[in-house]
């Protein structure tokens, strides 16, 4: 807390100093992103799948799917299948200890350090406030009073996580279990509030959810959510996916199971960390290959047509295509439960990928939980 109150005291005079001198940069171009293949020199060994099919969900391992994309079935809505309330109340920035607020000045980005082509200098970042919307889905099966499962999403709500559940707990293929979708506190990337919540190498933000989200959810709803990790996920896109993976990574006690797509693996964090100093792109450089490995089930997905370089930086740390295989890697070498998922004529979140690929990603990660389908 020491730390956060001084970083946001220099934010505070940075940008009183600087709000008379900046000019406003041009919006950034992100180039279109070459198409990758899977059979790239380098890349995971990968099983190719049927065009319209999906990785079995009791599968480990990396897979190839696409080119097309349809709705799984628990995507829509169907007749007799019980439904859960979903509720949403907001958090404002002035009641978090945690995360009082920043932003980056609209129209600027940052540069690069000179001494450092992998460090990004942003001067431009202030305290500002912010509001987030946090959506509650609580399953028509949810017994009043029991302790229950959940997964916390990142960048909600997420009203598609909600049918999926619905379905998948009517048919017995994932528990009955609480899902709690987060939005993000604004902006994007290094200098924003977005960017300080999830590229963040740290337990911050898990912090912020135990203590400033779960003990609102349970009261305002009266649910009881379960304190065993083995009963917790965390799932997300882009750098939301790689939050849900840091909360693990940081807090295993807390979480153990993990769902990607388009994980920002690459290096995205700031302030800089001498730590940490490639932010996520650390996890498949060293932090996964120079630890012991944790009790973690992880599902992950990349578009071939994902992000690369999409900001200043050249540093070799902004292939998301080239991150996620490297996670891949390094999570077979280390003999995790993994299904790494490559999509075919895809880009980065791809929604149609999300449509056809979330139900059975959402099985994947609850195998062996209790309730979930016998076979898993």
């Known amino acids: 807390m020491i730390r956060l109150a001084s970083f946001v005291i220099v934010l505070a005079g940075i940008g009183q100093a600087i709000a008379q001198g900046v000019s406003a940069a041009p919006p950034q171009v992100r180039p279109t992103p070459p198409t990758r293949d899977p059979h790239t020199s380098g890349y995971v060994t990968a099983k190719e799948l049927p065009d319209g099919t999906n990785a079995p969900a009791h ?3 990396n897979f190839i799917i696409g080119p097309t994309y349809s709705p799984a079935p628990e995507m829509a809505v169907q007749a007799g299948v019980p439904q859960g309330t979903v509720y949403e109340f907001t958090m404002h920035s002035a009641d978090s200890r945690i995360y009082p607020g920043i932003a980056r000045q609209a129209n600027t980005f940052g540069t690069v350090d000179a001494a450092n082509p992998a460090k990004l200098l942003v ?5 500002a406030p912010y509001t987030r919307r946090v959506a509650v889905y609580v399953p028509r099966q949810y017994v009043p009073g029991t302790i229950a499962p959940f997964i916390v999403g990142a960048d909600g709500p997420d009203p598609a996580l909600f049918t999926a559940l619905d379905n998948l707990i009517a048919e017995h293929r994932v ?6 979708s987060i939005g993000n506190g604004g902006g994007d990337a290094q200098g924003s509030e977005r960017g300080l919540e999830y590229d963040t190498m740290s337990g911050r933000y898990a912090e912020f959810v135990e203590q400033e989200v779960l003990p609102i959810v349970e009261e305002k709803y009266h649910v009881k959510l379960t304190r065993d990790p083995d009963g917790r996920a965390t799932m997300g896109g882009s750098s939301g ?3 849900a993976l840091i909360m693990a990574w940081y ?10 797509y388009s994980g920002t693996y690459v290096n995205q964090q700031w302030p800089s960390n001498p730590q940490t100093p490639h932010g996520a792109w650390e996890f498949h450089e060293h932090l996964i290959p120079s630890s012991p490995a944790k009790p973690l089930r992880i599902w992950m997905e990349v578009g071939d047509r994902d992000l690369l370089n999409p900001n200043v930086m050249r540093d070799g740390m902004h292939d998301w295509v080239v991150a996620n295989e490297n996670m891949a890697k390094v999570l077979a070498a280390k003999g995790y439960h993994y299904q790494f998922v490559f999509a075919r004529n895809a880009g980065h979140v791809d929604h149609a990928v999300k449509l056809q690929t979330l139900p059975e990603a959402l099985e994947y990660i609850w195998q062996g939980y209790p309730n979930a389908r016998a076979a898993n």
């Open 251 to 260: 807090h295993p006690e807390l979480y153990h199971r993990v769902l990607t």
């Open 241 to 243: 996916g790689s939050c």
């Open 175 to 180: 528990p009955v279990m609480i899902a709690i």
């Open 59 to 61: 599968a480990d391992g």
């Open 123 to 127: 001067t431009t970042s202030h305290p």
